[in-house]
C-alpha cells in the first residue's frame, strides 16, 4: 500500500504565503511526476502544478509566479510554496503522485486526502 498525506494547508489572509508538503510512504519503488491539484466545492478539480523526478515543472496559468514546486526525492516528499495569496485561492489542496510499488512493481496514480487552504480578504 501507498499513501500520499498533505501537511500545511490553513487560514492566511490575503497577501500571505502557505508552504504544503506532501509525503509518500509505504511499498515504494520509485516516483515518477508529482504535483499538486485543487478544488473548490461545485467545481472540477483544476491543476496547480506538477514536478518529474528530474525536475521539469509545469504550471497553471494562473499560478506562474506566485507558486512554486519542488521536491525532495530522498524523502519522496513534494511541496508547493505559495505566495501572495488571494481569497480565489481558497480551496482543498491534493496532493498526487505516479508511484511504481512493491512487490508488484505496477505503475499507479494515487490521490492524497487533500487540506484545507483558506485565504481571508
Known amino acids: 500500500q501507498v499513501q500520499l498525506v498533505e501537511s500545511g494547508g490553513g487560514l492566511v489572509q490575503a497577501g500571505g504565503s502557505l508552504r504544503l508538503s506532501c509525503a509518500a510512504s509505504?511499498?515504494?519503488?520509485?516516483?515518477?511526476?508529482m504535483g499538486w491539484y485543487r478544488q473548490v466545492p461545485g467545481k472540477q478539480r483544476e491543476l496547480v502544478a506538477t514536478?518529474?523526478?528530474?525536475?521539469?515543472?509545469n504550471y497553471a496559468d494562473s499560478m506562474k509566479g506566485r507558486f512554486t514546486i519542488s521536491r525532495d526525492n530522498a524523502k519522496n516528499t513534494v511541496y508547493l510554496q505559495m505566495n501572495n495569496l488571494t481569497p480565489e485561492d481558497t480551496a482543498a489542496y491534493y496532493c498526487?503522485?505516479?508511484?511504481?510499488?512493491?512487490?508488484?512493481?505496477?505503475?499507479?496514480?494515487?490521490w492524497g486526502p487533500g487540506t484545507q487552504v483558506t485565504v481571508s480578504s
Open positions: 514536478i518529474s523526478r528530474g525536475g521539469t515543472t
Open positions: 509505504g511499498m515504494i519503488f520509485s516516483i515518477n511526476d
Open positions: 498526487v503522485a505516479d508511484v511504481q510499488s512493491l512487490p508488484s512493481r505496477v505503475w499507479l496514480h494515487y
